[in-house]
């Protein structure tokens, strides 16, 4: 007897649209032969931006809650409240960063969203981010009614963002008793800091074996703490976690990290959805990617779900 995958057809060559081979090609000339972000150099990049500054939200506020700066992008009658993690490889990227995003997240799932700017790497390694995070997503558990209109909760974020959203949720259960979060949106994360094969085969593409092994140590510089499960979430207890959805496209570094998980997630008792993009790269909902819409409008179907 033989049994096939949900997913297994993306992987196929015939399942990358043309216009998506076309996106990579225009993508891999336009990168060919441009310096990698360790060789620009940490302070240069957070001052140039890998990618155009977007106009900040008219109605976003910014505060501080427990110490920690956050970005809040507010909507009408909110049905929830989403925690969103930025992505960066932990060494750059900003709360504000992604009021486009969080404009559309706040429309479709009808949900005032909280972004942490959390503190970067390498001046504050493990656990700094990892506290920041815990901070907030607690002061949420126990004023999101009063403070945002709503109690609902919900989780998220992309690549590091994803990777802090998992220990944000086993923390709260462990250290404060609470499983109140009604959905994770976990997109392109890394969840092994001993490195997944995708990530130790990535020569090509937006992210290579050699820039994770420096934003891991940059994040981690005790590499005898990289499969600690508080980083390395891969190894963690999972149960009574919320239902998530993962996010990833075959040509990920990351791709492995985000089935393994899925699997791991399932396992532990709770619900999971996978939705592995063909022909898709790292971070390519954030980009003018032929599969970007179609990705993004299943994560705001997810989310909006979650608060049925």
């Given at each position: 007897m033989t049994t096939s995958s949900p997913?297994?057809?993306a992987f196929d060559p015939a399942a990358v649209a043309p216009e998506t081979n076309a996106f990579n090609e225009h993508g891999a000339r336009f990168m060919a032969g441009k310096p990698g972000i360790w060789d620009i150099?940490?302070?240069?990049?957070?001052?140039?931006?890998?990618?155009?500054?977007?106009?900040?939200?008219?109605?976003?506020?910014d505060r501080k809650i427990y110490g920690v700066p956050v970005h809040i992008v507010p909507v009408n009658s909110p049905r929830g409240v989403y925690l969103y993690l930025h992505g960066g490889a932990l060494?750059?990227?900003?709360?504000?960063?992604q009021d486009l995003m969080l404009e559309r997240i706040a429309e479709q799932a009808r949900v005032t969203c909280i972004s942490i700017d959390y503190r970067l790497a390498p001046e504050h390694p493990y656990p700094?981010?990892?506290?920041?995070c815990e901070k907030v997503?607690?002061?949420?558990?126990?004023?999101?009614?009063?403070?945002?209109?709503?109690?609902?909760?919900l989780i998220g974020g992309e690549s590091i963002g994803a990777t802090l959203a998992v220990p944000t949720l086993v923390r709260l259960r462990d250290r404060h008793g609470f499983t109140g979060f009604r959905g994770a949106n976990l997109s392109f994360g890394t969840y092994d800091g001993g490195m997944t094969p995708s990530q130790r085969n990535a020569r090509q593409g937006i992210i290579k074996?050699?820039?994770?092994?420096?934003?891991?140590?940059?994040?981690?510089?005790?590499?005898?703490?990289?499969?600690?499960?508080?980083?390395?979430s891969l190894y963690a207890d999972l149960r009574q976690l919320p239902p998530a959805l993962f996010?990833?496209?075959?040509?990920?570094?990351?791709?492995?990290?985000?089935?393994?998980?899925?699997?791991?997630?399932?396992?532990?008792g709770n619900r999971a959805e996978i939705?592995?993009?063909?022909?898709?790269?790292?971070?390519?909902?954030?980009?003018?990617?032929?599969?970007?819409?179609?990705?993004n409008a299943r994560i705001d179907r997810f989310l909006a779900a979650c608060l049925e």
């Open positions: 997913f297994g057809e150099g940490v302070s240069a990049i957070r001052n140039a931006g890998l990618t155009p500054r977007l106009p900040p939200s008219p109605r976003a506020i060494i750059m990227g900003s709360a504000a960063g700094a981010a990892w506290d920041d997503a607690l002061w949420l558990a126990r004023h999101a009614k009063t403070e945002c209109g709503a109690e609902a909760l074996m050699q820039d994770i092994a420096r934003n891991l140590a940059a994040y981690c510089p005790d590499s005898q703490l990289l499969r600690n499960p508080d980083i390395s996010t990833v496209g075959t040509l990920d570094a990351f791709l492995d990290d985000s089935m393994f998980m899925y699997c791991r997630w399932l396992s532990a939705a592995v993009w063909p022909g898709a790269d790292h971070a390519f909902t954030d980009m003018p990617h032929p599969l970007a819409a179609p990705a």
